[in-house]
C-alpha cells in the first residue's frame, strides 16, 4: 500500500471539488508499528538522549487518552528504560484502554492533580518522581520541543523524497513542534496548520520561533512567515471535541474513502476545515498533501458509534 493517497472529494453533494482541487493524504499513520504518524519522529532523538544519559527511566506527561503516553509506552518495550506516565488528573481504578495497554507494556501510572500538569516540567509532582527516580529522563508533554521538532524535521525531508511536487502541506498542531520540524525544512514547500487546540492564537508564532532554532541559517524567520498559515478555529469547540457536524463529515468521508482510516482529533479536523474551504472556493492550493499524524487508537475514548472507520 502506498503511503501517499488520494482523497476523494466527491461526496456530500460536493462532485465539483474533484475536478478543482487534488487532496492527497500521506499515511504517517502507516508507519511505525508501536508509535505511529509523528509519535516516533518526536521520540527517536528523545530516546537517544536517554541512551547517551544512562537513563533508567523516561519520564512524560499527558492525558489518559494520549496517543504520546502510548506511543512511549509502546516504543520502551525490550529497551532498558522503563515509561514513567504523568497522567493529567486522577487514575480511576476502571483505566482507559490507552492506560491499560500502557501498563501492559510495562509503564508506572502516576496521578497529577489538573492545576500542576499544567505547569509541564515544572510541575510539583515532577520534582517528586525525580527525586524518587533520579536516573529518570523527561520527555516534554507530546513529545515535543528542540529535540521532537528535529525528529519532525528529519520526517520533513523523508516526506519531501517520495512527495513530488504539491503546492503545500497541510498538518493538525498540538504543542506544535510538528509544525515546527515540518516549517523548518526545504523540503516543505508551504506549511498550512490547523491548531487542534482552543484559543491558541499565539502558537503561531511559537512555531515559527522553534523552527528557526531548528533550521539554524538555511531558512531566515522572514522566510519561515511567508510559508506558514495558521488557523486557530478549526478546533470544532475545543481539543477533542466532536460535534454532530463532524461526526457527519466523517461518515461520508469513510463511505467516499473506504481505505483510509482518519483519527476523531487531529487530521479528520484538517481535512474538514480543508473541505469547507475548497467548497466556498477560499483554499488557496490546487495540489495538497495532508501529513496524517497518526492517533487512530484515541478512537477508544469515543463511542463505537461515533467511529465511522
Known sequence: ??????INLDFLGQSALNQAYQLDLYRGDLEHAKAPGNKWHKLRHHLKAAEQQNARYIGTLGGPYSNHLHALAASLVNRNEQAILLVRG???ANLTATLRDAVAYGAELWPSQRLDFRLGLDAQVVKQISHLYPDI??????????????GCADWA?????????????AVAAGTGSTAAGLLSSEACPKLEVFSALKGMAEQQAEIITLAANIAGKQITSKNLVKRLSFYDDAHQ???AKFPAALADFLKAF????PNLVLDPVYTSKV???IWHKMKNGTWP?????????GGIQGWRGYSLSQNPF
Open 1 to 6: 500500500m502506498s503511503v501517499i493517497q488520494s
Open 90 to 92: 486522577e487514575l480511576q
Open 137 to 150: 529522563y523527561w520527555v516534554p508533554e507530546g513529545g515535543g520541543g528542540v529535540l521532537g521538532a528535529q
Open 157 to 169: 525531508k523523508a516526506i519531501g523524497t517520495m512527495a513530488g511536487e504539491y503546492s503545500a502541506w
Open 237 to 239: 469547540g475545543g481539543y
Open 254 to 257: 469513510a463511505e467516499a474513502n
Open 271 to 273: 481535512i474538514f476545515a
Open 285 to 293: 492550493h490546487a495540489k495538497t498533501l495532508v501529513i496524517h499524524t
